[in-house]
């Protein structure tokens, strides 16, 4: 726990935990916690969810209706809101994973050119 | 729609089941409870704020602010009930009014008629430009070309009269139209009971057949179910009643009592009673049509262009010009609703005005209000309200206040709805019923919400401007008088004596108006006269008709008025046709001729069209009408002598300007039926003119034929003498009946009655701008009161020190005074120029008055300006009782 809590974890970049939320929701629905359970889990605990910022971001991928939420059962027998992909959500992510490999490519590319 | 797509709750539901989830976890890795509820709420960060965002993310806050303001709008309302008693009553007269002619309005104008595809109705007008003629009717060949043009689905003319009910219960005297068989469908309106006539019927003369409307199938046959079959007598002929029109059935008509008809009877017309078909001998007063359905009005009247262009080539001698002839189509409700336009629109007007002048007022109560809730405004801006917010918050109580205003209006209106609709003129047509519907409640919702954006708009903005420091200062001292303040009020008093004034000279121009009509000489005494109907039969085979002959018509008359001067009261007595009786006769009444001087050349059918009455020699002296040169009719003008006539000074004026009038001859030929073979008639007498048409119409050509030589059957006894309205009709009646006990008399009138029905128009339309004049006038007063108390209550201070200084108590008096008047005078000053403006719009209402007329427009200012001086006298007898010393303690 000690050693957890010492460690410093990346802050996530402005508009990323979008992303991230819907790439996790592709495996099937889930609920909040369990959201940001996986993410912290699937980047190696590297990336830092606070999860009361999740919420709001749910609820605005909700409206968009990316992601569609009803309340159910989790696997221990609790209470839950689950979230799902939509379509529509499944096209934004497609768009936003492009758009982010390639921003990530063009950024790579920069950082490494000054460093050569 | 306003419904939170999520509760906050579901929300917080959420972020407890997370929590959950992760303390469970934490649990699993080997965490005590405590420790694993403490570490999960720290990895989710701030719980309130999360909701927060949530909350504020959601579009829902406006809405929880929305009502946050109504419920406390509602607290502050109701901790000023005088307030809120004042300004919701003020409103809701003000909605009440407006609503009350807007119901009106929305009856008249803004419904189409309530027939099946109203659009299609038309009214089939043909003028003769060369003659001068307007509306002249039409003839059965014109009618046919139409009827057969492919333009329209139906025509029918329409003729109206009155008939003689017998053979049932007690003879009756009934109002019938009569149509073509197609009437009914070209209406689109079906029996309640049985069929109307079948409208392919073409066969010339009357058919045989009756449709009677609800209320005489009611009053006369007692609702008899089993009434279809059976027979009626009219004018001595046998109908057959093959219908029941459905309650409520109103016809298209000009006039309340063209709208009122009681039976209709189907005519072929080609054939006896009507007279030989005859292009230019234009038997029908009225022609309305359906038009092929998918064709425009326009299209449709272009295609008449066309035809009346091809008729004129075909028919050279009757149509000799291009300008002998123009046929217009005019939708049905036009010649229906025209004439009451104006006079609608000047009402909705007038009471905008009112309401107007209202909103200010409750402005004014509000700014007041305002500056003693500076203090509030000021602590809540300096806990954080922005401005946007404290506008939002103060416009929202005036909405509120302008809707309890709406709701009570509304609710005034229900309550006084069956009185107000006693004050409409019967004139005003009201085909379909004045009532509160969903336009008429959501122009009230629409005005109570314009109302209050309206007053709540000037007091909302001054919160908007509030200075933090001086308003909590100024308020620790309890008072609050920005100078911007009491500007805004200065204005909103001037704009409403504006209003006031512009009201005022309306209703005083109207006023001025009516009483020009009341006191204007007629030309003929309308007092201790009474007009009683008598109508001799029309059997449809003329041989049987026992009057069809001047020599069988005239000593039957004189019997008349030999028997009516035994009835007990009557010291005169006259006969005339329905023409000859003043302001009392509809249009179709009147008959009109066409004029052939002698020497003249003009072909008959370009002659001018006049109108003639036939009377019997008392007519004159009964009416007081005078005589200007020659001699009246005397009994030796009969049958069997030569035809004379009796011409007012307008038509001598008009027609015979050369030379004296008297001994000149001319011929009329009838327009509208009867014998075209006219013998010369020779001017015995020139009257003074009488205002026998309309109390607004000085001078009309008129000619007055022998009784004794032109029969009539549509005859009215004119009495003079001491009459009583119940005995003198009966007394008439038995009189009347020894000579004949077929025919009824009815419809007793005394003259005076029906000159006073002819201005019932005028007179509503006067009484209700004169009612919002005065409420406009109060409200104003009301207005500069407030604002000039509120003024002194403000200087208590100032006018102490200047009375502890030595001021003299006149000098204060004074200055208080100056203010008001001012205000006033400015007010007059803008007001007048506005009223410019809107008296020469409604001009066309005014007789005898000019739009600019001075004495009004100086009546009403002085009139306005001496209630101004009255209403700020009081708080400045209250400034000059200011004791000094209270009021350097004042603060």
């Known amino acids: 726990m000690s050693t957890r809590e010492s460690r410093e974890r990346l802050e996530l970049l402005q508009g990323t935990l979008d992303l991230l939320i819907l790439r996790t929701l592709i495996f099937g629905s889930q609920h909040g916690q369990g959201i940001a359970r996986a993410i912290q889990q699937t980047s190696a605990e590297e990336l830092l969810v606070e999860h009361g910022a999740l919420y709001p971001a749910l609820q605005r991928l909700e409206e968009r209706a990316w992601i569609s939420a009803k309340w159910g059962t989790s696997s221990n027998n609790r209470k839950a809101r689950f979230y799902a992909l939509t379509p529509a959500g499944r096209k934004q992510l497609a768009r936003e994973t492009t758009k982010w490999n390639r921003l990530t490519a063009a950024i790579g590319r920069v950082l490494e050119a000054e460093e050569g | 729609m306003f419904r939170r797509k999520r509760e906050a709750g579901d929300f917080g539901a959420e972020i407890e089941a997370h929590i959950e989830l992760e303390v469970e976890r934490l649990r699993e890795q080997g965490l005590g409870e405590e420790e694993a509820r403490t570490a999960a709420r720290r990895a989710f960060g701030n719980v309130t704020r999360a909701q927060e965002n949530f909350y504020e993310s959601g579009r829902w806050s406006w809405w929880d602010q929305f009502w946050q303001d109504i419920r406390y709008g509602v607290r502050m309302l109701r901790k000023a009930p005088g307030f809120t008693a004042v300004a919701v009553l003020t409103i809701a007269l003000g909605i009440g009014a407006t609503t009350a002619i807007f119901s009106l309005v929305d009856a008249t104008l803004l419904h189409p008629l309530p027939y099946p595809n109203p659009e299609q109705l038309v009214s089939v007008q043909q003028d003769l430009p060369d003659v001068g003629a307007v ?73 045989l057949e009756v449709l009677l409307s609800d209320g005489l199938w009611k009053r006369d046959f007692g609702s008899d179910p089993g009434i279809l079959g059976k027979s009626v007598r009219l004018d001595n002929d046998l109908y057959r009643v093959i219908g029941v029109m459905p309650p409520g059935y109103q016809d298209p008509g000009r006039t309340a009592d063209e709208r009122h008809i009681e039976m209709w009877l189907a005519s072929g017309f080609a054939g006896a009673p009507a007279p030989v078909p005859q292009r230019d001998l234009r038997i029908f007063p009225e022609v309305i049509a359906r038009i092929k359905s998918g064709l425009t009005v326009a299209q449709a009247q272009s295609r008449v262009d ?43 007007g007038a009471v905008g005005l009112v309401l107007l002048i209202g909103c200010v007022n409750v402005a004014n109560l509000q700014l007041a209000r305002a500056s003693a809730r500076g203090r509030e405004m000021a602590i809540r801006q300096a806990l954080g309200a922005p401005r946007s917010r404290l506008i939002r918050q103060l416009l929202t109580e005036s909405l509120l206040l302008a809707f309890l205003g709406g709701i009570a209006g509304l609710a005034i209106l229900l309550v006084a709805k069956p009185f107000l609709l006693r004050m409409v003129p019967q004139s005003l047509p009201q085909l379909n019923a004045v009532a509160i519907n969903w336009t008429v409640l959501l122009f009230a919702l629409v005005s109570s ?119 007990p009261g009557v010291q005169e007595i006259a006969l005339s046709d329905m023409a000859g009786v003043p302001l009392a ?65 307008a038509f001598a004026r008009t027609y ?48 007055y034929l022998s009784l004794y030589q032109r029969t009539a059957k549509d005859l009215t006894i004119l009495l003079r003498g001491q009459l009583d309205a119940a005995a003198t009709p009966v007394a008439m009646r038995e009189q009347v009946q020894t000579v004949n006990p077929e025919l009824p008399v009815f419809g007793a009138r005394m003259l005076n009655d029906a000159m006073s029905a002819s201005l019932s128009e005028r007179r509503f339309s006067m009484e209700i701008v004169a009612l919002f004049g005065v409420t406009a006038l109060l409200l104003a007063m009301l207005g500069i009161y407030g604002v000039i108390s509120y003024i002194v209550n403000a200087r208590t201070r100032e006018i102490g020190i200047r009375l502890a200084l030595g001021a003299q108590s006149r000098n204060i008096l004074r200055m208080v005074l100056r203010e008001g008047m001012t205000l006033a005078i400015a007010g007059a000053a803008v007001g007048l ?42 708080p400045a007898r209250r400034a000059i009782q200011v004791d000094p010393l209270t009021a350097l303690r004042h603060d």
Request: hydrophobic share 45%; aromatic share 8%; glycine share 8%.
């Open chain 2, 585 to 649: 006769h509809a249009r179709t009444d009147l008959n009109p001729y066409a004029l052939t001087l002698e020497g003249s050349a003009t072909p008959s059918n370009q002659a001018p069209l006049v109108y003639a009455s036939r009377v019997t020699p008392g007519y004159f002296h009964l009416l007081g009408i005078t005589l200007l040169r020659g001699r009246f009719f005397g009994a030796a003008d009969d049958e069997k002598a030569s035809a004379v006539a009796v011409i007012n000074e």
């Open chain 2, 656 to 703: 015979l300007p050369d030379g004296d009038a008297l001994g000149k001859h001319f011929k009329l030929n009838r327009v509208r039926g009867g014998s075209t073979n006219a013998t010369w008639i020779t001017v015995v007498g020139v009257v003074a003119d009488a205002r026998t048409e309309s109390l607004a119409d000085a001078g009309m050509p008129q000619i």
């Open chain 2, 135 to 207: 509306d002249a009717g039409m003839s059965e060949p014109e009618w046919q070309d139409f009827a057969r043009s492919g333009i329209f689905e139906y025509v029918s003319p329409i003729g109206g009269g009155d008939v003689n009910l017998t053979g049932w219960s007690q003879p009756a005297r009934v109002r019938f139209y009569n149509i073509a068989p197609n009437y009914f469908a070209l209406v689109g309106v079906k029996p309640q009971l049985g069929h109307s006539f079948n409208p392919e019927d073409h066969t010339p003369g009357f058919t």
């Open chain 2, 306 to 348: 066309a035809l009346v262009a091809a008729l004129q080539k075909q028919f050279p001698v009757e149509y000799p010009s291009q300008n002998s002839r123009k046929v217009r189509l005019v939708p049905l409700k036009e010649t229906i609703v025209g004439n009451a336009r104006q006079t609608l629109i000047l009402l909705l």
């Open chain 2, 833 to 874: 120029a506005c009223a410019l403006v809107v008296s020469h719009l409604m001009a066309g209402l005014l007789y005898g008055v000019r739009p600019t007329d001075p004495v009004t427009f100086a009546g009403v200012a002085l009139l306005l300006i001496g209630v101004a001086l009255l209403a700020c006298y009081f």
């Open chain 2, 449 to 567: 919400l314009v109302a209050g954006a309206i007053f709540g708009l000037a007091p909302a903005l001054h919160a908007g401007k509030l200075d933090l420091t001086t308003a909590l200062k100024e308020g620790t001292r309890g008072t609050s008088d920005s100078g911007e303040q009491a500007r805004t009020r200065r204005v909103l008093v001037v704009t409403e004596f504006a209003l006031s004034l512009v009201l005022m000279i309306a209703a005083g121009l109207l006023l001025r108006s009516f009483a020009d009509l009341l006191n204007v000489r007629p030309g003929f005494n309308p007092q201790k006269v009474m007009a009683l109907r008598m109508w001799l039969p029309v059997p449809n085979d003329p041989e049987t008709d026992i009057y069809r002959r001047v020599e069988q018509e005239a000593p039957f008359l004189r019997e008349i008025v030999r028997r009516g001067l035994t009835a």
